[in-house]
């Protein structure tokens, strides 16, 4: 459908804009490309159906393997059809069929990568604070008790999407963390 990622614009998506089939499966939303986080061209598309809805948006977070699928399976009643709990996520993924709820609004579940404090170019991070601004609800799983380290942590993240600077413009990416 797109050449190249980066040149997906919303308003080229508008004009030429054909319903949206919802699916009853994960459907990346974002992906990484030498180090940077793209959009799908289909989550784009399921996203622009949606864009006069009114949205509430829950995203699945914490450390590597520490069952934030499984519990995204549970909320939307397919645990052994829906995300692939067991594996290691790779970017954010997004249900493909938004739940209707009681007040009107639809919600989306987000499954995003498990933390990783190892891993080069601090990608898991991007893709946590990412998720974070696109949530209204954010689950932060841990395995075990919660204990000061796992606080420590969260707090770590919460501090690096405090440094985000958000823009409008055209090639602005969330990729430049401090």
Known sequence: MYDNINEINLEQTDKAHTPYEFKEEPIQLIYISDGILEPTPEAINLLTELKNE???????????????SFLANNIINKISSGFKAGEKTKGIWIWGKP?????????????????????EENISFK??????LLSTCIIYNTEGELNDNTINDFIYYTDLANKINVSGGKNDKLNNID
């Open 54 to 68: 009114k949205l509430c948006i829950m995203s699945f977070n914490g450390p590597l393997s520490s069952g934030k």
């Open 127 to 132: 893709l946590f604070i990412l998720s974070v």
């Open 99 to 119: 739940i209707e709820l009681n007040n009107g609004s639809k919600l989306l579940i987000l499954d995003c990568q498990g933390l990783d404090k190892n891993e």
